[in-house]
């Protein structure tokens, strides 16, 4: 199916889809720019967009694969592609696969996770399948036991691995702790989440052939996000023009920004779903345009990524940085915030993983949990103020390794923050 003209496809969703109908009713009865239309709710719209009955679906559920998504609210959601659609959808994601680094014969092991109705496994290997350039897929998938998939990965000398950084790192962790070399692979392909310095530095020793590089950038409920940009910041995308419009939004105001180097959060307009229509739909993401080419843009992480610990707001970039100033030994190659609560008062824990072989120098450790917890004090004053005041429990760090880290179990994401606070 082709990308369809916006000014049709808001007609058309006004038309069909009750959500929509009510969300633009004040508007003009011809509306073609999308600065003239309200941006998305994200509680609202779930609301709307049920698994029966749903108010966001422009017809009947009678021709489509339903996808579980946890979208950006945390709790899982169905997303809903046409035959015709998810063609599009992997046809386009695969045509930017040439701009990571494939090339004609690689054979790519696809270690995303499948089942459940989670869609990455079948996105990536549908997506190489519809790739401009010939390739080999291994689809072993991401819950295969790390046993198995390694001598599959030596014996098939895949040359592409394509999954989460978390996963990535714990089939690297297992390498390294196997002594198995796998000097085949060329091209770490990562997805789904971000990929820190020191999971770079975990990556680049298991295999020390291969450069890590962005898959390219979607979402189940999004749709099409960004092509991968070549080049040194994986983080660099542009908008998949003409299938989708990408927009970045002032974080107060909702107006579009257009300078380069000024953040906002992305918003985005897929031109070719019309059964679940996509418009002016939060990402869940933050970016800023780069400003080096053509609706280029840079990714700086999710935008509800933080946590509350009494009076004080962290986010995970702030301990990212404070453990990327503080360890220049490269001894972390994992994080996790971590929530408690304890004798009336919340807690951070700072869990920090090390490579394999790293845990015996416990002193170096010990200096190193300082050098953080005294850098990320330098970052967020606020929480050694609430120290002093008693609202909360000093900063500490706990050590693990990486395959200690918590994951979303169907996904394999790291889950970069754990509230382990009672609700009840």
Same mark, same amino acid.
Request: hydrophobic residues 40%; contains cysteine; charged residues 25%.
């Given at each position: 199916?082709?990308?369809?003209?916006?000014?049709?496809?808001?007609?058309?969703?006004?038309?069909?889809?009750?959500?929509?109908?009510?969300?633009?009713?004040?508007?003009?009865?011809?509306?073609?720019?999308?600065?003239?239309?309200?941006?998305?709710?994200?509680?609202?719209?779930?609301?709307?967009?049920?698994?029966?009955?749903?108010?966001?679906?422009?017809?009947?559920?009678?021709?489509?694969?339903?996808?579980?998504?946890? @979208?950006?609210?945390?709790?899982?959601?169905?997303?809903?592609?046409?035959?015709?659609?998810?063609?599009?959808?992997?046809?386009?994601?695969?045509?930017?696969?040439?701009?990571?680094?494939?090339?004609?014969?690689?054979?790519?092991?696809?270690?995303?996770?499948?089942?459940?109705?989670?869609?990455?496994?079948?996105?990536?290997?549908?997506?190489?399948?519809?790739?401009?350039?010939?390739?080999?897929?291994?689809?072993?998938?991401? @819950?295969?036991?790390?046993?198995?998939?390694?001598?599959?990965?030596?014996?098939?000398?895949?040359?592409?691995?394509?999954?989460?950084?978390?996963?990535?790192?714990?089939?690297?962790?297992?390498?390294?702790?196997?002594?198995?070399?796998?000097?085949?692979?060329?091209?770490?392909?990562?997805?789904?989440?971000?990929?820190?310095?020191?999971?770079?530095?975990?990556?680049?020793?298991?295999?020390?052939?291969?450069?890590?590089?962005?898959?390219?950038?979607?979402?189940?409920?999004?749709?099409?996000? @960004?092509?991968?940009?070549?080049?040194?910041?994986?983080?660099?995308?542009?908008?998949?023009?003409?299938?989708?419009?990408?927009?970045?939004?002032?974080?107060?105001?909702?107006?579009?920004?257009?300078?380069?180097?000024?953040?906002?959060?992305?918003?985005?307009?897929?031109?070719?779903?019309?059964?679940?229509?996509?418009?002016?739909?939060?990402?869940?993401?933050?970016?800023?345009?780069?400003?080096?080419?053509?609706?280029?843009?840079?990714?700086?992480?999710?935008?509800?990524?933080?946590?509350?610990?009494?009076?004080?707001?962290?986010?995970?970039?702030?301990?990212?940085?404070?453990?990327?100033?503080?360890?220049?030994?490269?001894?972390?190659?994992?994080?996790?915030?971590?929530?408690?609560?304890?004798?009336?008062?919340?807690?951070?824990?700072?869990?920090?993983?090390?490579?394999?072989?790293?845990?015996?120098?416990?002193?170096?450790?010990?200096?190193?949990?300082?050098?953080?917890?005294?850098?990320?004090?330098?970052?967020?004053?606020?929480?050694?103020?609430?120290?002093?005041?008693?609202?909360?429990?000093?900063?500490?760090?706990?050590?693990?390794?990486?395959?200690?880290?918590?994951?979303?179990?169907?996904? @394999?994401?790291?889950?970069?923050?754990?509230?382990?606070?009672?609700?009840?």
């Amino acid at each position: 199916m082709s990308a369809q003209q916006l000014s049709d496809l808001i007609r058309f969703a006004r038309h069909n889809s009750p959500f929509y109908r009510d969300l633009y009713a004040s508007l003009p009865p011809s509306v073609d720019r999308l600065t003239d239309l309200p941006v998305v709710d994200q509680k609202s719209f779930w609301a709307a967009n049920t698994l029966h009955d749903s108010r966001v679906l422009t017809g009947p559920l009678s021709e489509a694969t339903v996808y579980k998504t946890g @979208g950006t609210t945390g709790s899982p959601k169905f997303s809903v592609y046409t035959r015709d659609e998810w063609r599009t959808f992997v046809t386009t994601f695969g045509q930017g696969l040439v701009d990571t680094g494939l090339r004609p014969g690689h054979r790519v092991a696809d270690l995303f996770y499948a089942g459940e109705l989670y869609a990455s496994f079948l996105f990536v290997l549908d997506s190489l399948a519809h790739a401009p350039v010939d390739n080999v897929r291994l689809p072993i998938g991401g @819950g295969a036991p790390l046993e198995s998939t390694i001598p599959t990965l030596r014996d098939l000398a895949a040359q592409v691995l394509a999954g989460t950084p978390t996963t990535l790192c714990r089939l690297a962790e297992q390498v390294l702790a196997s002594g198995v070399r796998l000097d085949s692979v060329e091209l770490l392909l990562f997805g789904g989440e971000a990929l820190f310095d020191d999971q770079r530095r975990l990556l680049a020793t298991a295999f020390p052939g291969a450069e890590a590089r962005s898959v390219g950038y979607a979402s189940v409920d999004a749709g099409l996000l @960004g092509r991968p940009v070549p080049g040194s910041d994986a983080r660099v995308h542009r908008a998949f023009t003409p299938h989708s419009v990408v927009e970045i939004l002032d974080d107060s105001t909702d107006e579009p920004v257009t300078e380069p180097g000024r953040p906002g959060r992305v918003v985005v307009t897929s031109l070719f779903r019309r059964l679940m229509p996509i418009i002016r739909y939060p990402a869940g993401d933050r970016a800023e345009w780069t400003g080096t080419g053509p609706g280029h843009f840079r990714i700086l992480g999710r935008a509800e990524e933080g946590v509350r610990v009494g009076p004080v707001s962290l986010y995970t970039q702030d301990a990212q940085d404070a453990v990327a100033l503080a360890d220049t030994a490269g001894q972390v190659v994992g994080m996790q915030l971590v929530v408690r609560r304890w004798e009336g008062r919340d807690g951070l824990v700072l869990r920090l993983a090390t490579a394999p072989g790293d845990e015996r120098d416990t002193d170096r450790r010990e200096s190193l949990a300082r050098a953080v917890v005294a850098e990320l004090e330098t970052v967020r004053p606020l929480y050694p103020d609430s120290v002093r005041a008693g609202f909360v429990h000093p900063l500490s760090v706990e050590w693990a390794r990486h395959r200690d880290l918590a994951v979303n179990p169907r996904s @394999g994401k790291l889950v970069r923050v754990l509230d382990e606070r009672p609700t009840a």
